[in-house]
């Protein structure tokens, strides 16, 4: 009999992308080989996103094609995990009788032998309770063929309940890794050639809280710098409020720590972040930043942005499009609100109508297009070290990586320079990448 064949599609976050990794290395070592077609799979396993409406409809739409492969293979096993699954349960089955198991976020560690119940049952099966350790956390993942860079989760959940977001209702209350498993796993990355790692949680600036021995976030960043073989550590993502001195004093403390940060600021308004129940105040986010950039100058600063909460006012909506101009953010991740079930904006009236939303969003886009491109277009001339990620994706002649300011970085170069930290003369900055030549020794 031949090997069989595993097929995931991923949906959502940086944390999703981890998990899936972590899936993959479960179900290989029960024989299973990650390929590329789900026509060819004898397991498909959807790990999906619940953050906004658009994401849902999207896992919801590919889950219904991927269905219909049953019709012609009837030994598909089909399992429906991640954090649409918690929220959804087995509320999937009777939309999608072709799905086998439903598991949530804190099950991914029983994939094997949910897999195999089903295989031995044939009885539909569904994970999704919360556990007061989350296993699945702790699982290793070893870093894909030739990458330089990984993903390493220090913890999981959300404390916060932000009125727009279910992420507390589907990930659980936050839970910190213990700093020994960060460390070992880290250490293994960097032994199989990773040179880079991002630190994953819902709010790591809150990170050990929960933990019996005193390891808050800076603590941790400064002993991961302390590991041989990595060269660069980044974190995301980070709530405002959280923000400590300490922590924003790494930015030049700690050698290895990436001048970059992504701050979701959510609003300009202080009114509208007390409706998200945000608790800091537009004032305190602006001081925040100032204090980063007193440390850190050349910091590159990228946010999230909700346009069209309910109760947004014209004069709310200005004083974000206000916050964007004195801070000039070097991107920034903007959505219209999006409505999420059993989260306290849904009983907020004066909901703003959807055209509105979509006027705001797109003058708003507008606005950070045209810093993003002022923010490069200051980078020529400039001299950046940079992570070579590989060939890129414009030309066979060239390579690809990032500054430690996460700007992407193209240059005439072969992929044996990978996981080599080059000195790059920028030449042009576009929207989305910068162009580049090699420093010459």
Known sequence: ???KHLYIETFGC????H?????AVLMEAEGYELCGDAHQADLILMNTCSIRQKAQ???????GRLVKLKQKKPALIIGFGGCLAQHMQEKIYKRFAGVDFVFG???IHRLPLMVDKVVRDGKKITETGFLPQITSINIYAPPAKGAVSSFVSIMQGCDNYCAYCVVPYLRGPEMSRTPEDIIGEIKKLATAGVKEVTLLGQNVNSYGKNLPDACDFPTLIKKINEIDGIERIRFTTSHPKDLSKALIDCFSAVPKLCEHIHLPVQSGSSGILKLMNRKYTAEEYLRKVDELRSVCPSISITSDIIVGFPGE????????IDMMEKIRFDSVFSFMYS???????????????????RKRLEELQRLQEKHTQEKNTALEGS??????????KNSENEVRGRTRAWKIVNFRGTPEMTGNLIRVAITRGFLHSLRGKIIKA
């Open 1 to 3: 009999m031949g090997k």
């Open 14 to 17: 940086q944390m999703n992308v």
């Open 19 to 23: 998990d899936s990794r972590q899936m």
């Open 57 to 63: 409809q999207k896992a919801l739409s590919e889950l």
């Open 105 to 107: 976020t804190h099950n």
């Open 313 to 320: 006012t014209p004069k709310d909506y200005q004083e974000t």
């Open 339 to 357: 409505e999420r079930e059993g989260t306290a904006a849904c009983y907020l009236p004066q909901a703003v109508p959807f055209e509105e939303k």
């Open 383 to 392: 001299v950046q070290e940079v992570l070579v990620e590989g060939r890129s």
